[in-house]
């Protein structure tokens, strides 16, 4: 096939070119066929494991709604991935890229955990008040260490981030095999269950996180869309140098932002362990930082998107586990599932912004493009 | 900075706001109870041990139950694993064996076991959402295997009083619908000791153990173990290494190539994979395996192991709920009920291990002998115990702190 003398411009085969933009309509087609396929996908994998995709996939769907109670349990999943989505967004949307919401929920959690452990006699709302604060001002810290950084000496934030997460693992495990360990666990390292006076209140059957969750999709949205920090935050987002010109602080909003950033994702961490765990685990992040990127992309970075987003996913998960229990299939295979499901919804993603073109379109296309300029 | 700082403070208000909606009714409603059972369980955990063996006697010879029975046919039991049965070896593939063992002996029929593979203990979220899936599934019966779960278990069993909670190697209970499940394994342990004493040829035994002095049930299995060799070879000692984890299959390997290294040639463990037997073999010294029979994981290392027959408790425990004499007390069984046991010895074992072990087994099972007997030596220079009487199973689940004269802990 590489003979000149048969492809005289020497064309490859297959190359890749970008798309001018697709009308609403076609995207909302484009990315219902992935959805379509990836189920399909999936139907074939799970056939191959000898069981019938239709009842697979009707239980996880029945398995995450089926009742109050697998609702609810639905829901608490969601929590922590939704409003971590929604901090990682507003990094995102300055290309900064936060890989450290792990680590931020986790410091966010242990900063609440102390006054769980060690105030637990205080009136319940400041109780709670403060163990907020303490979640949004160790998450926030925890994402303005990088940024620092990035602002003065230009340090690679994602791997920076990233290590953080490490950092405050391993924190949370000193803490729960030393001076936290829960006295009467006779040597086991765990730290104590939290008093219910610091653990937060249910709304409707579920921690009102929840509440906090939707509270946030809308402040967020306003955020960045309607207030002028949010444009700023977008204006260094397409590029620096422009918000230089324009006599933007950047290394300001840098800052400002990343606090805001890894702030909500500390209060996801304070809400998890405080509503959901009632205590401090090193699972209190449990893959969510990393889960929520995904999230935060497939929502395109807006708000109600990532509603959506984050609810199909935890209905997914939560699905995953009883089709686990009622079809003896491995656990396992429902992580493989969610990759086949991933993998085509982000793959058309690409084809929602570029294509393929053949050699033998070719012509025809610079043609097209000749009649477009 | 300014605006920021009106932000979160507005941002508080809007949450007090919530926080104050809501602690209106459930919370002060649920303050009280909270606070009993946070006091119960420091008074009762002390109490439970104590009466468990005394109590248990009491309470199956009465034959009432403090739940209401429930037909064969309608039970539904739901068991929570950390990992998965399909391993083939170890803790959870021993309960899984005790599930089915149970299933076969009472008849249930496979629909009428929900099992959650995969739980991870440390995942309250995640342990929580496991058992209410079971519960929304039917099941009236929890068995929740590993530790972690406790604190779980402990607070759904609130919610749902309907619903049995069993815990395994825990130490809380509620003595209704929550108890707790264990069993003297320390005796298992001192005959497992006996074969690893008369084989050492370098007087030096090792012992791949999950966790350190703290814990009870892992420094009394080392005890026994010591006891146990002690009783035929004076001269031996046994190294301890702690791998701080239950589960490490690459800290267990280590810890137990660091104990070959150190001269040891025979191997026990108390963790969950079979890899210090595995390490064993490839240096060719011995082991004992524990949970599952090990000799299929090193055929040409394993003298014998230290199991678990679980089916034993399950069936009693489903059975007493079929025929409505649940008493929610706390199981702690032994070798005569035969919950614990060791593998049979393989011929591995030095000339004579099968006489000694025996004898000592009729010791245990006929003769009250209870391993902890007697005034016992510490390696610290100190004494436990009273001539004339055993340990008390508090002391054996809950301060066994200190460790037997021939252990040295590396």
């Keep these: 096939m590489n003979n000149p003398a048969e492809n005289p411009q020497k064309e490859p085969l297959l190359r890749i070119a970008k798309r001018a933009e697709l009308p609403a309509g076609k995207i909302v087609i484009l990315r219902l066929l992935a959805v379509v396929l990836s189920l399909v996908a999936g139907g074939i994998f799970i056939a191959c494991m000898g069981q019938n995709p239709l009842t697979i996939y009707g239980t996880i769907l029945s398995g995450a709604c089926r009742s109050a109670m697998a609702f609810q349990g639905t829901v608490k999943l969601m929590i922590p991935l939704l409003i971590t989505s929604l901090g990682v967004t507003l990094a995102f949307k300055m290309k900064f890229w936060n890989i450290g919401a792990e ?47 990035k602002v003065r000496y230009n340090t690679n934030e994602t791997l920076f981030t990233l290590m953080l997460n490490y950092i405050a693992l391993h924190i949370v495990s000193y803490l729960r095999d030393g001076p936290w360990m829960d006295p009467g666990s006779q040597g086991f390292p765990k730290i104590a269950r939290f008093d219910k006076n610091a653990s937060l209140d249910k709304f409707l059957g579920i921690q009102f996180g929840w509440l906090i969750g939707l509270l946030l999709v809308v402040i967020v949205f306003i955020y960045l869309k309607y207030t002028k920090q949010g444009y700023e935050i977008s204006v260094v987002g397409e590029s620096q140098d422009t918000a230089r010109y324009a006599g933007m602080n950047v290394k300001k909003i840098i800052l400002r932002t990343m606090f805001l950033s890894g702030g909500i994702c500390g209060m996801a961490g304070m809400i998890q362990a405080t509503g959901s765990d009632i205590t401090l685990t090193t699972s209190v992040a449990g893959g969510v930082g990393f889960t929520a990127i995904i999230i935060a992309w497939l929502g395109q970075l807006n708000p109600f998107a990532i509603l959506l987003v984050s609810f199909l996913f935890s209905v997914l998960e939560k699905g995953s586990s009883v089709v686990q229990s009622n079809y003896g299939l491995s656990t396992d295979c429902a992580d493989v599932l969610q990759g086949i499901i991933l993998f085509f919804i982000l793959g058309c993603e690409f084809f929602v912004r570029y294509r393929f073109l053949f050699r033998t379109k070719v012509h025809s296309e610079k043609k097209i493009k000749a009649e477009g300029e | 900075m300014k605006k920021f700082l009106s932000l979160l403070a507005v941002s508080a208000m809007v949450v007090s706001l919530c926080a104050c909606g809501n602690s209106g009714t459930p919370a002060a409603d649920n303050a009280e109870p909270a606070a009993d059972t946070q006091d119960q369980t420091a008074d009762t955990q002390q109490e439970t041990e104590d009466q468990t063996a005394d109590a248990q006697q009491e309470e199956s010879q009465t034959g009432t139950g403090v739940m209401p029975a429930i037909a064969k046919e309608d039970i539904k039991v739901g068991v929570i694993h950390i990992t998965d049965p399909a391993e083939g070896s170890g803790y959870t593939y021993t309960h899984d064996l005790g599930i089915q063992g149970m299933q076969k002996n009472i008849g249930l029929d496979d629909s009428q076991i929900v099992r959650k593979n995969n739980v991870n203990d440390t995942d309250a979220t995640a342990i929580e959402n496991a058992i209410r899936e079971c519960i929304e599934d039917g099941c009236n019966v929890i068995f929740a295997t590993s530790w972690g779960f406790m604190d779980t278990c402990e607070a759904l069993a609130e919610e749902f009083p309907q619903v049995i909670f069993s815990h395994g190697t825990g130490y809380k209970s509620n003595g209704v619908n929550f108890n707790n499940y264990f069993g003297r394994i320390y005796q298992a342990r001192y005959l497992a000791g006996i074969a690893a004493g008369l084989k050492t040829e370098s007087n030096k035994l090792g012992y791949v153990a999950a966790m350190g002095q703290d814990n009870s049930e892992v420094t009394g299995g080392i005890n026994a173990f010591a006891m146990g060799a002690y009783s035929v070879n004076p001269d031996c000692e046994v190294y301890v290494k702690v791998t701080n984890s239950w589960f490490d299959p690459e800290g267990e390997t280590q810890a137990a190539q660091a104990l070959v290294d150190l001269g040891c040639d025979v191997i026990a463990q108390h963790c969950d994979t079979p890899n210090p037997q595995t390490v064993a073999e490839q240096n060719g010294v011995w082991g004992v395996g524990y949970n599952s029979d090990m000799s299929k994981d090193a055929p040409k290392a394993v003298l014998t192991s230290v199991m678990w027959d679980w089916s034993v408790y399950y069936t009693t425990a489903v059975q007493s709920v079929i025929d409505g004499t649940w008493s929610g007390e706390n199981y702690f069984g032994g070798m005569n009920e035969g919950l614990v046991t060791i593998a049979p010895l393989s011929d591995l074992c030095a000339d004579g291990t099968k006489e000694a072990v025996e004898a000592a087994k009729e010791q245990i099972t006929k003769n009250g002998f209870n391993v902890f007997d007697g005034v016992i030596e510490t390696n610290d220079g100190s004494t436990v115990g009273t001539e004339g009487s055993t340990l008390s199973d508090g002391d054996i689940t809950g301060n066994m702190n200190w460790y037997f004269k021939n252990v040295v802990v590396k």
């Design chain 1, 103 to 149: 680590g931020q929920i986790i410091f966010g959690a242990t900063c609440a955990t102390f006054f769980a452990l060690f105030c637990s006699g205080m009136n319940h709302v400041l109780l709670i008040i403060v163990m907020f604060l303490a979640g949004f001002i160790g998450g926030g810290l925890w994402g303005l260490i990088p940024a620092v950084f």
